[in-house]
């Protein structure tokens, strides 16, 4: 009897055991069969379709923020290196990371309590990567400063902006159209989550734990391995035709990156090399890809890096930059005003000029 009872213990433990081992494999199982991807890209599209909204790049101007400094309701968030920062920044704009952004928004500061958030970088690039992801994540408040840190002062624009124009390849770009890829798939994303905003959640502080200088390319280094690259052409067709990078494909701004568009002509097995007029649109595109997986690269400044004077000439003022843009608005000088301040030598007196124009 004894041992009926105990054979007949035994076999119950082993019928539980079996149990549990059969529906955390049948879990396993359903979680495999998520397609993460595919659940992000229809909560984003379903949310706000930031990559493809009509008003991305959701600018802010210098002057804008400048002329509400007094007692405004404007948060200035920089993003640039400590450094940078250091050398000269916006009065009240406080340094983050792009890696500390998500932590700052959700616990140091209420965002929604601001009626604007302005991004800034040293020309527009990283400050709207940053900014885009920031919306995708439903902070509606959230703008990008046109040009940058370059459109603040010259000082900055020297070392940026005007630094890198260049009119490189004016009369040599291709007039050969590439195709797109047949449609493949989406990344495969392994966050572990199942609904669309953890999803996002997860993937945008992967996309913001990055370093920029890995990002950012220069278009030589694009054309000297162009084998290694998908280049795509962010401009509307009618530019593309007229003349390109080599072997660029074209993909239609505000419109391409939908699901029954054209996402799925984009490789997953090598690098996203996206480029626009100045760098500042490419950038929201690339904030959304690498959200969604792709491994992408941003093509530093644009067309304006290898064809300035056409975009010049022939396009409208925001696709080039020029001197028109740059205000130079007051700079606080943190590191300069205590390196001068115990030399005992006065600061340099910054000219401010009235703004102008521009868009």
Same mark, same amino acid.
């Not at 991004?119 to 990008?144: D, P, W």
């Not at 590439?178 to 502080?205: F, M, W």
């Not at 690339?286 to 022939?314: C, K, P, W």
């Given at each position: 009897?004894? &041992?009926?009872?105990?054979?007949? !213990?035994?076999?119950?433990?082993?019928?539980?055991?079996?149990?549990?081992?059969?529906?955390?494999?049948?879990?396993?199982?359903?979680?495999? %069969?998520?397609?993460?991807?595919?659940?992000? /890209?229809? @909560?984003?599209?379903?949310?706000?379709?930031?990559?493809?909204?009509?008003?991305?790049?959701?600018?802010?101007?210098?002057?804008?923020?400048?002329?509400?400094?007094?007692?405004?309701?404007?948060?200035?968030?920089?993003?640039?290196?400590?450094?940078?920062?250091?050398?000269?920044?916006?009065?009240?704009?406080?340094?983050?990371?792009?890696?500390?952004?998500?932590?700052?928004?959700?616990?140091?500061?209420?965002?929604?309590?601001? !009626?604007?958030?302005?991004?800034?970088?040293?020309?527009?690039?990283?400050?709207?990567?940053?900014?885009?992801? *920031?919306?995708?994540?439903?902070?509606?408040?959230?703008?990008?400063?046109?040009?940058?840190?370059?459109?603040?002062?010259?000082?900055?624009?020297?070392?940026?902006?005007?630094?890198?124009?260049?009119?490189?390849?004016? +009369?040599?770009?291709?007039?050969?159209?590439?195709?797109?890829?047949?449609? +493949?798939?989406?990344?495969?994303?392994?966050?572990?989550?199942?609904?669309? =905003?953890?999803?996002?959640?997860?993937?945008?502080?992967?996309?913001?734990?990055?370093?920029?200088?890995?990002?950012?390319?220069?278009?030589?280094?694009?054309?000297?391995?162009?084998?290694?690259? =998908? /280049?795509?052409? @962010?401009?509307?067709?009618?530019? =593309?035709?007229?003349?390109? *990078?080599?072997?660029?494909?074209? @993909?239609?701004?505000?419109?391409?990156?939908?699901?029954?568009?054209?996402?799925?002509?984009?490789?997953?097995?090598?690098?996203?090399?996206?480029?626009?007029?100045?760098?500042?649109?490419?950038?929201?595109?690339?904030?959304?890809?690498?959200?969604?997986?792709?491994?992408?690269?941003?093509?530093?400044?644009?067309?304006?890096?290898?064809?300035?004077?056409?975009?010049?000439? &022939? %396009?409208?003022? +925001?696709?080039?930059?020029?001197?028109?843009?740059?205000?130079?608005?007051?700079?606080?000088?943190?590191? *300069? %005003?205590?390196?001068?301040? %115990?030399?005992?030598?006065? !600061?340099?007196?910054?000219?401010? &000029? &009235?703004?102008? +124009?521009?868009?």
């Amino acid at each position: 009897m004894i &041992t009926f009872l105990k054979n007949t !213990s035994l076999a119950l433990t082993l019928m539980v055991f079996l149990a549990a081992c059969s529906g955390t494999q049948k879990e396993q199982k359903q979680t495999s %069969q998520i397609n993460e991807a595919e659940i992000l /890209l229809q @909560y984003l599209e379903e949310n706000g379709d930031i990559v493809n909204h009509p008003d991305i790049p959701f600018f802010i101007n210098a002057e804008e923020i400048h002329n509400s400094q007094n007692g405004s309701n404007i948060l200035v968030v920089d993003v640039r290196s400590p450094r940078d920062y250091r050398r000269g920044h916006i009065a009240h704009a406080v340094n983050v990371q792009p890696a500390d952004i998500l932590s700052y928004f959700e616990e140091s500061i209420e965002p929604n309590s601001f !009626s604007k958030i302005a991004i800034v970088c040293n020309n527009g690039q990283l400050s709207g990567y940053v900014a885009a992801i *920031l919306r995708m994540l439903g902070y509606n408040n959230i703008f990008n400063m046109r040009f940058g840190m370059s459109a603040w002062h010259d000082d900055i624009a020297r070392r940026h902006w005007y630094a890198n124009i260049s009119d490189d390849l004016l +009369g040599k770009l291709e007039t050969t159209p590439h195709p797109k890829n047949e449609p +493949g798939s989406l990344p495969v994303l392994q966050t572990g989550n199942t609904d669309g =905003y953890s999803i996002l959640r997860s993937r945008a502080a992967e996309a913001l734990n990055i370093n920029w200088e890995d990002v950012v390319i220069d278009y030589l280094d694009v054309l000297e391995q162009l084998e290694d690259y =998908y /280049l795509v052409n @962010y401009w509307p067709i009618s530019l =593309y035709d007229q003349g390109h *990078l080599p072997g660029a494909i074209q @993909y239609n701004p505000k419109k391409a990156f939908r699901s029954e568009e054209d996402i799925l002509t984009l490789p997953t097995d090598r690098p996203l090399v996206v480029y626009c007029f100045t760098g500042q649109n490419a950038a929201y595109a690339n904030a959304f890809l690498a959200v969604m997986g792709y491994d992408i690269r941003s093509l530093e400044y644009g067309a304006n890096s290898f064809i300035h004077q056409t975009m010049l000439l &022939t %396009q409208p003022p +925001g696709r080039a930059f020029s001197e028109r843009h740059v205000k130079n608005f007051p700079l606080q000088r943190d590191g *300069l %005003q205590q390196m001068t301040q %115990q030399r005992n030598v006065p !600061s340099e007196k910054v000219e401010v &000029t &009235t703004a102008q +124009g521009g868009c």
